[in-house]
């Protein structure tokens, strides 16, 4: 590609909204284009990095047998009112309705599809197990879309989904993923770590999350020298630290035969705060911590604070089965202007402070001092814990929150725990029945008797993954490629006016294209080395190869990106030396 013709623009400046380097950068050289918050177009490079992706992601897919399949991201409301994920969702996925007035929406994610199309087609065990994908455009009203294509309101994402008669054969599929995960991950080639997750919105048990390792991640996650790591949402037995009130019990109190259970916890809930559309259940508060309050009237009601594993759910999950509470997602700004709130992430028995999780909650203004936490329910297994009763809010309305901090051990003793941040790159879930259940996908078994199908779901960033292996690669003069994603192998410049530089450089690029090697040509007649140079380096290939001065020795000068290493090189053996 010749660079006089690529349809690019390189900035100087970087966006103003831009917080991240990945965001900055790719927007500055000119491979992605905002339209709105967490929309972007794709351009000429950004599209050949992003097609690239896919590529690994389906080979790898295809290797373990998974069959790509491609659904319509336009969907009828229905499959996900069986789910119960329409209300579930809340505010965050897109809904729309046709000149019918028949609703619908853009799909964040496509279990219920995937469910519905193997009980169209499938019928006997014999027909199973059955592994599908898809790389596709995904939509999410997320609430801070503020990163670029990290965290896109429209994405692409893999999701695949495995269908099997019975639990082992739903733990084979799960390994399968997990290996081809490995592959994916190690092509990417940046540092990942896998840590246990949970299982959120999805619902379902086992559940582990790859995080690739960055600073700018969202993500905070533990690890021991022994091999724990978790996601913090997901840490379950850690030691809390004193909290900061004196008369305060800790945080997670033991396990008491007062100790209220799920079961329990459903009960009450039915009792004292029946719903009108259905009944609580186990699998309400599966999906979150529920805490019941009492105001200082003493009127009690029922809160749920965090959705682990997917937070921007939370605030309006609250809203949406959780009324009259309210809870919202906000900004730091808004943090001093309201009088009533909790600092911190309430999740799985983990009170994480916004520091650790970036995550604050601010509760409904009605929640005022003198308010108590009655009860509060760990709800990821089984396991319910009292997380702060007795505890009451602080006169401005706020509490503190234990935070799992570095040093404190890890719950399978495997050593100190330490902290560090990734942005989550990929997810596995094992299912379960739940979504077949709803939507009633059943086999006939081997004995001629109805079964229902366990399933697992298996997700893959696409379009984060451009953004992450930037973040992971970046320098101080720009991008910097790994050979597999780049768009071009090789960055080829022709500096100045000199015709026989440019008859050299037009014979080198057409000797290096015919080599199968992937060329970008700079070989824009008016512009300064400098800004050639500067945008070789901004682009990110991972091999620059000037022709220029050298000329006149019969050489051209090779860089490589990454290290900045630079050699002279016969104009007879680059393309040996690049390929
Ligand atoms: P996050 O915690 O970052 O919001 P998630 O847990 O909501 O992600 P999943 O539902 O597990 O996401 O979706 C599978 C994968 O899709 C994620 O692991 C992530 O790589 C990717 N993904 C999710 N949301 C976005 C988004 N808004 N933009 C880009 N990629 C996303
Ligand atoms: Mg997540
Ligand atoms: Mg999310
Ligand atoms: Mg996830």
């Not at 799909?107 to 599809?113: A, L, R, Y």
């Not at 799960?174 to 190690?186: G, K, L, M, T």
């Not at 959780?322 to 009533?340: N, Y």
Request: charged share 25%; hydrophobic share 40%.
């Amino acid at each position: 590609m010749r660079m006089s013709r690529l349809f690019l623009r390189t900035l100087r400046d970087d966006p103003a909204d831009a917080e991240v380097p990945s965001h900055r950068l790719l927007v500055r050289a000119g491979y992605v284009r905002r339209v709105a918050p967490g929309i972007y177009s794709w351009l000429p490079l950004g599209l050949k990095v992003l097609g690239k992706v896919e590529q690994i992601v389906r080979e790898e897919m295809d290797a373990i047998g998974s069959q790509e399949v491609r659904f319509p991201a336009l969907l009828p409301r229905e499959p996900y009112d069986a789910s119960g994920r329409w209300t579930d969702y809340g505010p965050n996925i897109f809904r729309l309705k046709d000149r019918k007035e028949n609703d619908y929406l853009l799909g964040p994610t496509h279990e219920e599809m995937f469910t519905l199309l193997v009980k169209d087609l499938c019928s006997s065990y014999k027909d199973l197990p059955l592994h599908l994908y898809q790389i596709q455009t995904k939509y999410r009203d997320e609430a801070r879309p503020r990163a670029g294509i990290l965290r896109g309101r429209e994405f692409v994402m893999k999701d695949s989904y495995s269908f099997d008669v019975d639990d082992a054969g739903l733990e084979k599929s799960y390994q399968a993923y997990r290996e081809a995960y490995i592959r994916i991950f190690d092509r990417l080639g940046f540092e990942y770590v896998i840590v246990q997750a949970t299982s959120g919105a999805m619902g379902g048990s086992a559940s582990e999350e790859f995080l690739a390792v960055a600073e700018t991640g969202e993500d905070t996650f533990v690890r021991s020298p022994g091999g724990y790591a978790a996601n913090v949402e997901a840490v379950s037995t850690v030691a809390p630290d004193p909290v900061p009130f004196d008369d305060a019990p800790a945080a997670h109190a033991e396990k008491t035969p007062d100790t209220p259970t799920i079961d329990t916890l459903v009960d009450h809930l039915n009792e004292q705060f029946p719903r009108d559309d259905r009944p609580w259940t186990a699998a309400d508060t599966l999906k979150n911590v529920l805490v019941i309050l009492e105001h200082p009237d003493g009127t009690r009601e029922p809160l749920a604070i965090g959705v682990p594993g997917d937070r921007e759910v939370d605030a309006k999950r609250l809203e949406a089965q959780v009324s009259p509470a309210e809870v919202h997602a906000f900004e730091e700004k808004d943090f001093a202007a309201h009088p009533a709130l909790v600092k911190g992430y309430i999740g799985p028995a983990v009170l994480g402070t916004e520091s650790d999780s970036g995550i604050r909650y601010l509760l409904d203004p009605r929640v005022v001092e003198g308010t108590r936490w009655v009860t509060g329910a760990n709800v990821e297994g089984s396991h319910v814990i009292d997380l702060v009763a007795g505890r009451d809010f602080t006169a401005d309305g706020t509490i503190e929150a234990a935070e799992v901090r570095a040093g404190d051990p890890a719950p399978d003793g495997s050593g100190p725990l330490e902290l560090a941040r990734g942005i989550e790159m990929g997810h596995i879930f094992q299912l379960g029945r739940k979504y077949a259940e709803a939507l009633g996908l059943q086999v006939l078994d081997e004995n001629g008797k109805l079964v229902t199908v366990t399933m697992g779901s298996y997700g893959v960033g696409v379009s984060r993954a451009v953004a992450a292996v930037v973040e992971n690669t970046y320098d101080e003069l720009g991008i910097v490629w790994p050979r597999e994603l780049a768009p071009y192998d090789v960055h080829l410049v022709a500096t100045g006016k000199d015709e026989a530089v440019f008859t050299a450089a037009d014979q080198l690029y057409d000797e290096l294209v015919a080599s199968g090697v992937e060329v970008l040509y700079d070989d824009r007649p008016k512009v300064s080395p400098g800004v050639k140079f500067k945008d070789a380096e901004l682009l990110g290939m991972p091999t620059i190869v000037v022709v220029g001065k050298g000329l006149a020795d019969g050489v051209v000068e090779v860089k490589d990106r990454a290290t900045g290493e630079r050699s002279d090189v016969p104009v007879a053996q680059v393309a040996e030396h690049v390929r």
